[in-house]
């Protein structure tokens, strides 16, 4: 079933999505074949699962496969790699927090994964980007919090373990954030990082799903993405098959205001840069 309206639109869009979760992780719905018949539906050619990477020490452990179920999602996935489209890759969504470094820089490249997603969804314990956890933003220093996220992020980039960078500017979720020059002044050498290490950004479409109501990042965000030359990709972060390619006509629109007539494909985990469609 295709409800009307957003989602028609984005079959008209051809653009891989490359965030996709699945009910392992218990927070999203749907099977990974829930998940490829809507973007046969809506006239993808490619897609990629990247749900919420499993981990041995109890992480996040609400909010994640166990590790075993891992097993079940490789298979899963790999049950629907045909030559058929849309093509189907495997990737994961990969938390960076303190201490993960040990498991994932064993795990990760073991898995034969297409595309790692590196996220930090949690600062000091924080999840800040939990509805459950929101009231704490009612007593948060908004700028504090922001440079926090930003230096977690630094650390995700400098351990070399992810492909691209996703949801770069979810503390916005809520809608708390800093002016823009401050935003400015903290994201910049972050890009610059991800400049240096080739690393890409993920244009993640949910955040128009979410309070804040705008894409992940922001459209300044992803000006200064395009001057460093940063790759992208596009992203529904579906947690529900109807998302699949949600709103891909306006970040396709987001990637060519700041400037970007490319975006990329990834495969076994090398990057090759494609030209945008027509939009
Ligand atoms: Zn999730
Ligand atoms: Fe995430
Ligand atoms: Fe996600
Ligand atoms: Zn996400």
Redesign the pocket.
Known sequence: MVNPGRQTIASHINLPDY?I?TALCRHAEGDVADYLSEAATKGLSEICF?D?APNPDGYDHAHRMGMEDFPGYREAVAGLQNDETPGVLFGI?ADYYQGCEPFLKSWLPAQGFDFV?G?V?FINGWGFDNPEERYVWESADISATWRKYFESLMMLIDTCLFDAV??MD?PKKFGHRPPDRELREMVAPVLDRMAEMGMGMEL?T?GLRKPVAEIYPCPMIVSLACERDIPICF?S?AHSPMDVGADFEAALKLARGAGYKDYFRIRQRKMERILLPAG
């Open positions: 965030h979760h990247t919420h969504e997603l996220s969804h996703a949801h979810i993640n949910s992203g972060d």
